[in-house]
């Protein structure tokens, strides 16, 4: 696999919750393995519908998705994730009764060695968690518990993570934090797919963005693009005519 | 514990777990008795204490049975529940016909007369205080602590354990995880049906081997867990000596007739203070 | 001649029996309508045995004369039947409020275990405290309302006219108050707690609306029962019986639905009360020992409805039952949510 070969690609892929119902139409999408790719677009146009398709969350779907040029059609979530793709979902997304460690457990449960190296690694990279592994999650505030969450998706040493509008519930403050964590781990060799509410914020610290209106792919380009686009501002980042580029909520947020 | 296991873990209130324990109860029962006595299972006497090798066989043997009509049902009708998708209310009434059917099974088999393992008086010895104590009494609480114990350590100390937990607080992220949430699932009724034939057998090593036994300990065990906070193994033995002690200490002032009620009103009462039992956690 | 004779005995057998079972079908079906009532909102009341017995108890004493002898209960005013029933209603009624008032706002299994408390506590005092009810003894020379009016014989067909008599008026009244807009809030509350919340509306309110009306109901049943038998003892409410039969009959029948849970009194009705018709007809190692055979199939028969046929004999008409799909929420035990639930959270998103 060259380094320009997509790392996952969905092709002509339309799927829903119910058989005959689809959520997403005929989406095209790569994601490669430098970039942090974030999917943005108003309420309920299947931003999150796709990620789940894209972890195999999705129980009816057509078309083809390939991870590393294997087709992966079909494949369930635990065999996504144990073929090296990590996914945080919006909500739920640790065990509130395990303390942090054992939340990492869980996260590495498929692993079959190097389960306490892993851990100690993982921590390492989220220091707001190292010191106190022993602490039930339910005692973390909402930026740590994301951390904890995507910690327990990097347990398997994905090579792509999917998260969920990581930002949902945080302060301002806090979301650029996460953001810069998110980052971090991108830099580190894993390639990010994120749908995001918080658009602009997330934008800035994108390679690429995809919008999605309607259950279809609206538009596309890299970061700066859309940001600077007048279509993309009017329509999704809440500016007003001609106002052009500037740091803003996200609309919905 | 068993049952809190069950509350606990898979979110099932599970009005069965009584009657599993009256299995647990005949099985050894039928082990220790003259049929199983002409199986070969005779055995003398542990010291002081009132039974031999057959009930240790008996033991094993109703850990294994309760265990198997654990698993059963579970494959044969909660499993199926499950994907058919049916609400709490489905499962309890679902495991209340089986509490039923179970209980007519017992005493279609050994009629509806009450039995003892080994007949005769057994004394009880003194210590401190001229407190009396049986043996066997001594035994049961060991054993119990040892089965608190080991629970506890199944819980927290092993991976099974922890899956179990993770699968109990967010199903679906355990899934994800790629935790085989149907085999902890069943791991879990096997426990729960092992704990409950350890209790039964108990029960029916202190007191009487009837058919009615189990299902007449449901409240007071529901009391417990209630009182002790569900899913929670310490809470379970803690509730479970609290409920039996105010049991017994209230016939001091009222009718020893009102004593089954005494449960109920511990659960009222915790229900009223502390709707997460004496030792729930916040979540 | 003779054959004739025969035939005549048999006949009027048939009739006495049919007379009789139809009676106690009716007042089960009674218990059946108002447990309906309480589960349409979501109650898990596994205690009916508890307001049954209340019910019947409440009336027996309050119109028995005072008592004589070696018989020791309370009150004994000998007041007319009719107000006895009323007072059963009372005392159902009260029993619910003082039940309600702590459970109904917590979680829903500790209804269910709470009510299967009060029955057990409420047995355990009926059979034990001296003075209060004649222990366990009973009830005994309960008179049934108008008896002395009648002849002897023919007094059944009365007490036949009683029980349907009220189990219409029942019926008549569930079917208007489920079609009330109180009943259109209670089904909202069954189908979607929250939304219904969200709407404005009290849901503990409403539940326990159900939950006493119900427990009216069953009062009332009891009381009609207790007149109807005219002995009555603690053994008589058992959990079995006063319970965990009614559930299944509401089961078998299709639960939501009132015209359900009487065809499920008749037909479980049948199928219990009609054993020991076949007793004698079978073989002895069966026969002996039919009433546990009959207890493990009553218990099957609710497995099995639960899992092939949720909906009952008879399904609620645009209604999905409660048995049938619910969302995730619903099940702590649950895996994956029913399809309509995540049609809704995708759209919501």
Request: hydrophobic share 50%; charged share 15%.
């Amino acid at each position: 696999m060259s380094e320009r070969d997509p790392l996952f690609r969905v092709e002509g892929f339309s799927g829903g919750y119910v058989d005959g119902i689809d959520i997403i139409h005929d989406i095209e999408l790569d994601l490669y393995r430098d970039e942090i790719l974030t999917i943005i677009g108003p309420n309920g146009a299947g931003k999150s519908t796709l990620l789940k398709a894209i972890v195999g969350a999705l129980p009816f779907e057509r078309g083809r998705r390939s991870f590393q040029g294997e087709d992966v059609s079909g494949w369930s979530t635990p065999r996504m994730i144990e073929a090296g793709i990590g996914y945080v979902p919006q909500v739920d997304n640790v065990f509130t009764s395990l303390s942090i460690r054992e939340n990492l457990e869980m996260g590495g449960y498929m692993r079959r060695s190097g389960l306490q190296e892993r851990i100690d690694e993982v921590l390492a990279m989220f220091p707001d968690l190292e010191h106190r592994p022993g602490e039930r999650a339910s005692r973390l505030s909402g930026g740590q518990r994301q951390m904890l969450a995507m910690a327990r998706a990097l347990m398997l040493d994905p090579v792509m993570l999917c998260l969920d509008e990581p930002t949902a519930a945080l302060a301002p403050a806090t979301r650029g934090e996460l953001f810069a964590r998110i980052y971090r781990i991108h830099m580190a060799g894993v390639g990010i797919l994120m749908v995001e509410q918080n658009a602009t914020e997330a934008l800035v610290w994108s390679d690429r963005g995809v919008v999605m209106v309607d259950g279809e792919k609206a538009l596309e380009g890299s970061g700066t693009e859309m940001l600077t686009s007048p279509e993309v501002g009017r329509a999704f980042l809440g500016q007003a005519e001609g106002e052009g580029f500037a740091i803003e909520e996200g609309m919905t947020s | 514990m068993g049952l809190t296991l069950i509350f606990g873990v898979l979110g099932i209130a599970d009005f069965a777990h009584g009657d599993k324990m009256g299995w647990g109860m005949f099985l050894a029962f039928f082990i220790v008795s003259s049929e199983g006595a002409n199986l070969g299972f005779v055995g003398g006497r542990f010291g002081s204490l009132s039974f031999g090798w057959g009930l240790v066989v008996g033991l094993l043997v109703a850990m294994i049975g309760v265990a198997l009509i654990s698993v059963i049902l579970e494959r044969l009708v909660f499993r199926r529940l499950r994907i058919t998708g049916g609400g709490f209310f489905v499962f309890a009434i679902a495991s209340l016909g089986m509490s039923i059917m179970l209980r007519a099974v017992i005493q279609l088999i050994w009629g509806p007369s009450n039995f003892r393992y080994n007949p005769g008086i057994h004394p009880a010895i003194e210590i401190l205080g001229g407190i009396k104590v049986k043996p066997d009494q001594f035994f049961i609480v060991g054993i119990t602590v040892l089965a608190a114990v080991l629970l506890y350590w199944l819980l927290y100390r092993t991976r099974f354990g922890k899956a179990m937990r993770a699968t109990s607080d967010n199903p679906a992220l355990a899934e994800a995880s790629g935790i085989d949430t149907d085999r902890i699932r069943t791991g879990t009724w096997i426990i729960a049906g092992v704990l409950g034939a350890l209790a039964g057998v108990m029960l029916g090593l202190q007191a009487e081997v009837r058919f009615d036994a189990g299902f007449r300990l449901l409240l007071p065990l529901f009391a417990a867990v209630i009182l002790g906070g569900i899913g929670n193994p310490w809470g379970a033995l803690i509730g479970g000596l609290g409920v039996g002690i105010a049991q017994e200490v209230s016939t001091e002032w009222i009718n020893t007739g009102l004593k089954p009620g005494i449960p109920f009103v511990i659960v009222i009462v915790v229900l009223l203070l502390r709707p997460r039992g004496l030792f729930g956690q916040v979540r | 001649m003779e054959q004739l004779i025969v035939t005549l005995v048999t006949f009027d057998g048939a009739v006495n029996w049919t007379v009789g079972f139809l009676t106690t079908v009716a007042i089960f079906a009674i218990l059946a309508l108002a447990l309906n009532i309480q589960w349409s909102v979501g109650i898990l009341n596994f205690g009916v045995a508890a307001f049954f017995m209340v019910g019947a108890y409440v009336s027996a004493v309050l119109t028995l004369p005072p008592p004589e002898g070696l018989e020791s209960y309370v009150a004994g005013w000998g007041i007319p039947i009719p107000v006895g029933w009323l007072f059963a209603m009372v005392a159902g009624a009260v029993l619910a409020i003082l039940l309600g008032i702590p459970t109904l706002r917590l979680r829903d299994d500790f209804l269910a275990i709470a009510t299967i408390g009060v029955a057990a506590i409420l047995r355990s005092i009926a059979n034990s405290v001296e003075g209060l009810v004649n222990r366990s003894r009973g009830l005994n020379g309960v008179d049934g309302f108008l008896e002395d009016q009648v002849q002897g014989g023919d007094y059944r067909w009365v007490e036949l006219a009683i029980a349907l008599v009220v189990l219409m008026a029942v019926y008549w009244l569930v079917s208007r108050a489920s079609s009330s807009p109180w009943g259109r809030a209670l089904r909202a509350i069954r189908d979607n707690e929250d939304t219904a919340k969200a709407s404005g509306k009290n849901t503990v309110k409403f539940r326990m609306g159900a939950f006493i009306l119900g427990a009216m109901l069953m009062g009332l049943a009891g009381a009609i029962y207790a007149h109807r038998s005219g002995t009555i003892s603690p053994l008589t409410f058992s959990d079995l019986l006063g319970t965990f039969f009614v559930w299944t009959m509401l089961i078998v029948g299709g639960s939501g639905n009132h015209r359900g849970a009487v065809l499920g009194a008749v037909v479980v009705g049948f199928f219990w009360f009609g054993t020991p018709l076949i007793q004698e007809s079978l073989p002895d190692w069966l026969g002996s020992r039919v009433f546990q055979v009959r207890q493990l199939l009553i218990g099957l028969l609710i497995v099995v409805f639960l899992l092939w046929r949720p909906q009952g004999l008879l399904a609620e008409r645009d209604r999905v039952s409660r048995f049938v799909s619910q969302g995730p929420d619903d099940r702590p035990g649950g895996d994956s949510g029913s399809i309509w639930r995540r049609v809704r959270s995708a759209v919501s998103r």
